[in-house]
């Protein structure tokens, strides 16, 4: 039997613990392409969770009725419909953003986030779960998002959210708004986010194994300078 | 000329994987070794030159004259999921041995978004059907040598010490970046 964890757990554990980027490593065509700018980032993000949250509601709803064997095909024509809702939305009341967006705002029906969340989560859990965790996956999602796209938008253009910010002698990185700065400002912030992890669970090993030793009052090992 | 021109332009300059991000949990996921790579190349290609045909038949058969064009989404990705089911049959009669070096990577081409996208884009240029077809065949072509360099490369990396932190996905990405640079070399070979 597995363990209930609360709600509020259910929609922080997208946060960070398994956070759709970092840890989960879905849904990278729109975190690698739209990210040129924040605002971009911020779009697609809340474009991606509108579909996320909408489509694992209807889908822990139906669950019991939907026969295992044509599962994904009807998941598929549920994350169509929201996709279709969102996609002419942006198209008739932001149709410069739907521009620079491009393709990607359709091609949230592919993005592998949602079918995984549908397949993993909502399928097997009661529609508030799934309400909050698709929430919190939507969440850490915009969270990486708005990281990778401020980091090329200072460095790229200079600009947050459209506002300068660097000093005028500032030369762009031109690198950072092409399609080479996305992988390589991806790649080194989730080293990054690896080795942070990593220092963090050494620090609790030694820290348990000091605690350990001074209540047990172990001999200490003996280190050679 | 000017369709040789369109498929060098799919395949090199505007690269699927490297330029437009279409494409890149299959060229993560199943980059890792040579032959693998080459494989998941050759379906992904074969499935799309199907799916630019089709979808571009659907489109300017059913959905224009109908008005229909808010169905765009759905009937392409349904069409995408039926047509790789179908392939998969198909192949599974004809010929075994293609049946097995093929078989897993073909249900993982549904979720492709370099399949969807090249639909989309096809509709969204307004591409003629012989166009379309030669933009998938470039489209394709792209894919595949995008994956195979990366494979040889990823197979180079297993032997080297990559710090710790950085193996696997993050390495992967850092590659990637360095295979775009060098892909941006051959941008403004086409004016």
Redesign the interface.
């Known amino acids: 039997m597995k363990k209930q964890v609360t709600l509020l757990k259910e929609y922080t554990k997208g946060l960070w613990e398994i956070n759709p980027v970092f840890k989960q490593v879905l849904g990278m065509c729109p975190t690698l392409a739209v990210t040129v700018s924040a605002i971009n980032g911020i779009a697609m993000a809340l474009a991606t969770t509108f579909v996320l949250v909408l489509s694992s509601l209807i889908i822990s709803i139906i669950r019991k009725l939907i026969p295992p064997q044509v599962r994904i095909a009807s998941y598929i024509v549920i994350i169509a419909t929201f996709v279709t809702i969102a996609d002419l939305v942006m198209k008739a009341q932001f149709p410069e953003l739907s521009k620079s967006l491009g393709p990607f705002i359709p091609l949230i029906v592919v993005n592998c986030l949602i079918l995984g969340r549908a397949e993993a989560f909502a399928s097997k859990n009661t529609p508030v779960r799934a309400l909050f965790d698709s929430l919190g996956n939507g969440t850490g999602f915009l969270i990486v998002l708005f990281i990778i796209g401020s980091i090329r938008e200072i460095l790229g253009s200079g600009t947050i959210l459209g506002f300068h910010i660097m000093p005028l002698t500032f030369e762009p990185w031109l690198i950072m708004i092409l399609p080479a700065g996305a992988f390589l400002t991806l790649g080194l912030l989730m080293g990054l986010a690896n080795f942070y992890v990593d220092h963090k669970k050494n620090k609790e090993r030694e820290s348990i194994i000091e605690k350990f030793r001074s209540s047990k009052q172990l001999p200490t090992i003996e280190t050679e300078a | 000329m000017e369709f040789f021109l369109l498929f060098i332009s799919a395949a090199i300059i505007n690269n699927f994987v490297?330029?437009?991000?279409?494409?890149?949990?299959p060229f993560?996921g199943v980059s890792n070794k040579f032959s693998s790579a080459l494989s998941m190349g050759m379906a992904t290609t074969f499935v799309m030159v199907i799916t630019a045909v089709v979808s571009w038949l659907i489109w300017h058969l059913i959905l224009i004259p109908n008005g229909l064009e808010?169905?765009?989404?759905?009937s392409f990705?349904?069409v995408i999921?039926s047509l790789v089911q179908f392939v998969e049959m198909f192949i599974k009669k004809v010929s075994q041995p293609i049946y097995r070096a093929l078989g897993i990577f073909l249900p993982l081409i549904?979720?492709?978004?370099a399949?969807?996208?090249l639909a989309?884009?096809i509709a969204?240029k307004d591409y003629t059907f012989i166009e379309g077809i030669f933009f998938s065949l470039g489209a394709g072509a792209g894919f595949t040598l995008a994956l195979i360099l990366m494979a040889g490369i990823r197979e180079e990396l297993e032997l080297a010490d990559v710090?710790?932190?950085?193996r696997g996905?993050?390495?992967?990405?850092?590659v990637?970046?360095?295979l775009?640079?060098a892909f941006?070399g051959f941008a403004g070979m086409i004016s």
Do not use: V, Y
């Open positions: 490297l330029s437009m991000f279409l494409g890149i949990c993560i808010f169905l765009q989404i759905p990705i349904l999921a549904t979720t492709n978004c399949i969807l996208g989309l884009l969204m710090p710790k932190p950085f996905a993050p390495i992967t990405l850092i990637a970046g360095l775009a640079l941006m």
